[in-house]
């Protein structure tokens, strides 16, 4: 893997690593983040019959993006089967 210089990864640390013993080595980029804003949620109370693609839609205006709410809610197990009344910590993006 080649970095060009102005890249954005030109003072990136690169390390490369593979899934198999011989395997191709992937490259993979660790990213120095210096000022990360402080991220907030909103608590959300989960209703029977809710799903993730509606609550972004709710709150991100865009159903697309529900991958982010199971992100953030790592405690909770299974999506599909969420109990009502759970709180569902939705992340401010």
């Given at each position: 893997?080649?970095i060009?210089k ?8 690169i390390d490369?690593?593979t ?7 992937n490259p993979?980029?660790y990213?120095q983040?210096t000022?990360?804003?402080k991220?907030?949620?909103v608590?959300?109370k989960y209703?029977?019959g809710e799903?993730?693609d ?21 405690e909770i197990?299974?999506?599909t089967?969420i109990?009502?009344?759970t709180?569902?910590k939705?992340p401010?993006?």
């Amino acid at each position: 893997m080649t970095i060009y210089k102005g890249s954005r990864y030109e003072y990136s640390t690169i390390d490369f690593v593979t899934n198999t013993v011989g395997g191709d080595a992937n490259p993979i980029v660790y990213y120095q983040i210096t000022k990360l804003p402080k991220l907030t949620y909103v608590e959300h109370k989960y209703t029977q019959g809710e799903r993730l693609d509606q609550l972004a839609y709710t709150y991100y205006k865009n159903p697309e993006y529900w991958w982010i709410i199971p992100e953030f809610n790592p405690e909770i197990e299974d999506f599909t089967n969420i109990p009502t009344g759970t709180i569902i910590k939705i992340p401010n993006v």
